[in-house]
């Protein structure tokens, strides 16, 4: 009757060893070798309860860092500041690129409190009125 084996990752291993064989077509040419070889496996003494390990009060404190999809609080922070810094910038291009244009500084910028006072409404002279 053959016996359980000791370690049980031995026995997958050695089934993983053989199907690998097996699926090559490679027949087994040294069946000695492959007995004795079996025959010395390793002897691993396990206890039945593992003894907990001192953890000093004086070391590190390690913990699970919180994230989502792997960004972490602290990636999420810094990147939504670049982007808000980034979206100023270009706020502030798109207002120094488009002042010039009438439409929009009647349609927008006056509308605006702050800088609605810098664009004030042009009276066409009804002379210049095509309509």
Excluded: W
């Excluded at 069946?31 to 039945?48: G, L, W, Y």
């Amino acid at each position: 009757m053959p016996q359980a084996p000791l370690i049980p990752a031995l026995s997958a291993l050695e089934t993983r060893a053989k199907h690998h064989i097996e699926s090559f077509h490679i027949p087994n040419c040294f069946p000695a070798i492959e007995a004795a070889t079996r025959s010395f496996a390793p002897v691993v003494k396990m206890s039945s309860l593992p003894s907990p390990q001192y953890k000093s009060p004086y070391g590190p404190k390690y913990f699970y860092q919180t994230h989502v999809s792997g960004i972490t609080t602290r990636a999420f922070i810094r990147g939504g500041l670049n982007a808000g810094f980034f979206g100023g910038v270009a706020l502030g291009a798109l207002i120094f690129y488009a002042s010039g244009i009438p439409r929009i500084q009647k349609d927008i910028f006056l509308n605006v409190p702050v800088i609605g006072r810098y664009y004030p409404v042009k009276e066409v002279h009804p002379a210049d009125n095509p309509f």
